[in-house]
């Protein structure tokens, strides 16, 4: 009598598991073949039957016959990654690497940086006041000193990237903003007015040309 009740279920059990291609013996668990197997989970589920896959920095690229999958890339928290220091922070402004992951919460950061606004004495940040740059050192081992830091930093011209990069001159100019004057004010509106009476003019040209 009870293999006649459980006959049912392993028959539907058998079909649904025919509809969706999944071999018998791998389970139907939380991470299971039909949970790997699902269209929706192929991006984020590995393939072992993909032609090729590349990761860098958390960037994954993987190729499922003449299909192209491409991963996002994500700035991770790892050993070697340039910060910049923000919020209330007594060194707020300032540009460093991470030389050790100490929790979930903490990392070690030294800037040897060669400006004096930019550099960061060694010690220990929270994550909610440091802010993850595109910049990463690459060769950097955990728990590395400041003169191996200082050489590696020298090589991959962090200072130089870091100037000519649009986030530090966005920054440069909200600064340059904050500290500006009433009367210097008055002047910037006054040249935003000139540049937006240039531009009409020169679309009215355009506008009438065609």
């Known amino acids: 009598m009870l293999w006649l009740v459980r006959a049912p279920l392993f028959i539907r059990i058998h079909q649904s598991e025919r509809?969706?291609?999944?071999?018998?013996?791998?389970?139907?668990?939380?991470?299971?073949?039909?949970?790997?197997?699902?269209p929706s989970q192929r991006i984020q589920s590995p393939t072992p039957w993909s032609d090729n896959k590349s990761s860098t920095n958390g960037h994954t690229t993987v190729k499922?016959?003449?299909?192209?999958?491409?991963?996002?890339?994500?700035?991770?928290?790892?050993?070697?990654?340039?910060?910049?220091i923000t919020g209330d922070h007594p060194y707020a402004g300032g540009l460093g690497a991470i030389v050790e992951i100490v929790d979930h919460k903490r990392v070690l950061v030294d800037g040897p940086s060669s400006d004096r606004e930019l550099a960061v004495p060694r010690q220990c940040v929270p994550l909610s006041k440091c802010l993850l740059s595109q910049f990463v050192i690459d060769g950097l081992?955990?728990?590395?000193?400041?003169?191996?830091?200082?050489?590696?930093?020298?090589?991959?011209?962090?200072?130089?990237?870091?100037?000519?990069s649009n986030w530090a001159k966005k920054r440069d100019q909200m600064k340059r903003r904050?500290?500006?004057?009433?009367?210097?004010?008055?002047?910037?509106?006054?040249?935003?007015?000139?540049?937006?009476?240039?531009?009409?003019?020169?679309l009215a040209k355009i506008k009438a040309s065609a």
Not at 27 to 36: D, I, K, V, W, Y
Not at 66 to 80: C, D, F, M
Request: proline fraction near 1%; aromatic fraction near 8%.
């Open 141 to 164: 081992l955990r728990g590395s000193r400041h003169g191996t830091l200082k050489k590696l930093w020298e090589k991959c011209e962090i200072d130089d990237k870091w100037k000519q």
């Open 19 to 38: 509809r969706n291609k999944v071999p018998r013996h791998l389970g139907h668990g939380r991470f299971s073949a039909r949970t790997l197997y699902h």
């Open 178 to 202: 904050k500290n500006l004057t009433d009367f210097d004010r008055f002047k910037v509106m006054r040249l935003q007015k000139q540049r937006r009476f240039e531009e009409r003019k020169a």
């Open 64 to 84: 499922m016959g003449e299909a192209l999958i491409e991963g996002s890339n994500w700035r991770l928290v790892e050993v070697g990654r340039v910060v910049v």
